[in-house]
């Protein structure tokens, strides 16, 4: 079996970089939700999705009564079971199988859709939101005479990613449905929703 180590710390490199993202997003919206009516820091959690393996993200959102907010999200996926940081050629037969796994992050704007005066029933608040980022998917795959899954460039995509979705507020905290069009993947989260009101 003919290996090479090509992407050895690819993820760990992509979990630095989300990091340092992380943190210039929490500085920038702590300045822009003094200012805001309220504001929101949640976990997020995709699944598995077609050849996606599942993301772990963190976003944070200001929340305004009247006008766009600014929010910054992120998700990084891991490395799918059995994995050897490698490529396979020649004796690893066929490839039987591929999977990607995605780091994506987006910025944007935040717009009311339902305020805490409309006095709607079940949930206090409703804000829609839209963005442009960046992202990459690290391709996988699991071949005919092997169980383990290597690196398979072909399936490498990077480029633009749009990102959208719906953060419903309730009394302390807010679920938040979302899509990135990168990875083609539905998230969901929740989180901590602080009313400065």
Not at 15 to 29: C, D, E, P, Q, R
Not at 71 to 79: R, V
Not at 87 to 94: D, L, Q, R, T, V
Request: glycine residues 12%.
């Amino acid at each position: 079996m003919m290996q090479t180590m090509t992407r050895k710390n690819h993820n760990a490199t992509w979990g630095y970089h989300f990091g340092a993202v992380a943190l210039i997003a929490l500085s920038i919206t702590a300045y822009s939700n003094a200012r805001a009516e309220s504001s929101m820091v949640d976990l997020t959690f995709s699944p598995t999705q077609s050849s996606v393996t599942p993301t772990v993200g963190i976003g944070v959102y200001s929340l305004k009564d009247v006008g766009p907010g600014f929010y910054m999200n992120g998700s990084l996926g891991g490395s799918p079971d059995s994995y050897y940081s490698g490529s396979c050629y020649y004796s690893c037969g066929s490839v039987t199988s591929t999977q990607q796994s995605a780091a994506v992050f987006a910025i944007g704007a935040t717009f009311p859709l339902v305020t805490s005066d409309m006095r709607v029933p079940i949930y206090r608040t409703l804000h829609s939101y839209v963005g442009l980022g960046y992202g990459s998917l690290s391709g996988y795959a699991q071949y005919a005479n092997s169980s383990y899954w290597y690196d398979y460039s072909s399936k490498d995509e990077s480029g633009v990613n749009v990102n959208g979705g719906f953060i419903f507020g309730f009394d302390g905290f807010a679920l938040n449905v979302g899509v990135n069009s990168l990875s083609k993947g539905l998230y969901f989260g929740i989180g901590i929703n602080t009313d400065k009101k």
